[in-house]
């Protein structure tokens, strides 16, 4: 299994700005997702984030939104950019584990106003 | 690609009757399927997977799950429930061939009530 930590866990942000959200493993993985949860809806995936190489985007989603950091083998940061309103979600960090097992951090809930 | 459909958005059962979730994919290929469990306010947590072998799969807070590849499902099932089980649940599936990213369901919500 793998503990996963990320920061912040919650935060309200003005439009036109900007949050990096930090996520960190307890113990070194190979691949790491990111994941929208707009309210009322289901996970999407952002991209996915490997060490050592840029992170692989979704349909929809642009390097210039939603830049993403992978410094090494235990950590990622995913920054939301230019905030608008409909940037309001939910975050997972997930990391997979040997044997296709994924798990979550408990997630950033982020309110643009 | 593959995809997910969980069939049902809501299901409300009382305390102590049993329950199950229908979930179907999609996928050219061989999976690899998930039911995760959120809780109000909350990430979310694994309940069971299948990677292979037994079909039957057990999970915690005594759930379990059969995966169907005639019928491409993997439904959850509980045979008795508690208050404390209310919570949306997600079907996910991932595949080599698509680099093991999880392509989830729309969630069902299951309402416990006494």
């Known amino acids: 299994s793998a503990v996963i930590s990320q920061k912040p866990s919650r935060d309200i942000c003005q439009r036109g700005t900007s949050l990096t959200i930090q996520c960190q493993v307890d113990s070194q993985v190979t691949m790491m997702f990111w994941y929208r949860q707009q309210p009322g809806q289901s996970l999407t995936l952002i991209a996915t984030?490997?060490?050592?190489?840029?992170?692989?985007?979704e349909s929809g989603f642009v390097i210039d939104k939603f830049p993403i950091s992978r410094p090494n083998l235990t950590f990622s940061t995913l920054t939301v950019s230019n905030m608008s309103p409909e940037d309001s979600s939910i975050y997972l960090c997930?990391?997979?584990?040997?044997?296709?097992?994924?798990?979550f951090g408990q997630g950033t809930r982020l309110t643009v106003v | 690609a593959q995809s997910v459909t969980q069939l049902d958005s809501q299901v409300p059962v009382f305390e102590e009757a049993p329950v199950e979730l229908r979930c179907n994919y999609s996928?050219?290929?061989?999976?690899?399927l998930f039911w995760y469990v959120q809780y109000p306010n909350q990430g979310l947590q694994l309940l069971l997977k299948?990677?292979?072998?037994?079909?039957l799969v057990k999970g915690i807070n005594g759930f379990e799950a059969e995966f169907n590849k005639s019928q491409t499902s993997f439904h959850l099932r509980k045979p008795s429930v508690h208050i404390s089980d209310t919570a949306e649940y997600f079907c996910a599936v991932s595949d080599h061939d698509s680099n093991y990213k999880l392509t989830f369901g729309k969630g069902t919500l299951l309402t416990v009530n006494p």
């Open positions: 997930s990391v997979l584990i040997g044997g296709g097992e994924a798990f």
């Open positions: 996928s050219s290929v061989s999976v690899y």
């Open positions: 299948y990677l292979s072998g037994s079909t």
């Open positions: 984030a490997n060490q050592g190489s840029e992170a692989t985007y």
